[in-house]
């Protein structure tokens, strides 16, 4: 019996990185009722791919981040694609640098969220200007990379303990 209980708690802690950030999409994109309010909202779920992508690339595996960017796409009504893209080269990318920021104070990898967050904004104006074959204005998206770039400390400080609760069981 204690084996079954073992390998349940096994397997809800290996889920913690996909359900954390697919809750993230979902609370992400919930409608407020606020005209004009879904341009500007940060993805926040792409702090949690970066994070993830870092610190537990094993329990956020690459069809994992696509799927979760898809999710997002799909809820969201934007380019089929886009977010799953997104996703999924930041996590690899995260995934591939992991060692470089293990160990390193939190200041370096907020720093590094700012790049790698104002690169993924940039690829999703560049993107989405092609999509709709016009000029997006950028204004909307820089105000959702500022917002997201505010929110790395706070959303980290959760998926932190979330990371050292999974790691104890």
Same mark, same amino acid.
């Given at each position: 019996?204690?084996?079954?209980?073992?390998?349940?708690? $096994? @397997?809800? *802690?290996?889920?913690?990185?996909?359900?954390? =950030?697919?809750?993230? +999409?979902?609370?992400?994109? +919930?409608? /407020?009722? &606020?005209? $004009? /309010?879904?341009?500007?909202?940060?993805?926040?779920?792409? &702090?949690? +791919?970066?994070?993830?992508?870092?610190?537990? #690339?094993?329990?956020?595996?690459?069809?994992?981040?696509?799927?979760?960017?898809?999710?997002?796409?799909?809820? *969201?009504?934007?380019? /089929?694609?886009?977010?799953? @893209?997104?996703?999924?080269?930041?996590?690899?990318?995260?995934? *591939? $640098?992991?060692? @470089?920021?293990?160990?390193? #104070? @939190?200041?370096?990898?907020?720093?590094?969220?700012?790049?790698?967050?104002?690169?993924?904004?940039?690829?999703?104006?560049?993107?989405? *200007?092609?999509?709709?074959?016009?000029?997006?204005? #950028?204004?909307?998206?820089?105000?959702?990379?500022?917002? =997201?770039?505010?929110?790395? #400390?706070?959303? =980290?400080?959760?998926?932190?303990?979330?990371?050292?609760?999974? =790691?104890?069981?």
């Amino acid at each position: 019996m204690n084996a079954v209980v073992d390998r349940l708690a $096994q @397997f809800g *802690s290996n889920a913690v990185p996909g359900v954390v =950030t697919l809750l993230l +999409v979902i609370i992400g994109l +919930v409608p /407020l009722g &606020i005209p $004009q /309010l879904g341009l500007v909202v940060p993805p926040i779920a792409l &702090i949690a +791919v970066y994070y993830w992508g870092i610190y537990r #690339p094993d329990l956020l595996p690459a069809i994992a981040a696509f799927a979760i960017g898809l999710f997002h796409d799909v809820l *969201s009504g934007g380019a /089929l694609g886009l977010y799953a @893209f997104i996703f999924l080269v930041v996590r690899a990318v995260m995934a *591939s $640098q992991r060692r @470089f920021f293990l160990g390193k #104070p @939190f200041y370096v990898e907020w720093w590094a969220f700012m790049v790698v967050g104002a690169a993924a904004f940039l690829t999703q104006w560049v993107l989405a *200007s092609l999509y709709v074959g016009a000029y997006v204005k #950028p204004g909307p998206l820089a105000i959702q990379a500022l917002l =997201t770039i505010t929110l790395y #400390p706070v959303l =980290t400080g959760l998926m932190i303990r979330l990371r050292h609760a999974i =790691t104890r069981i």
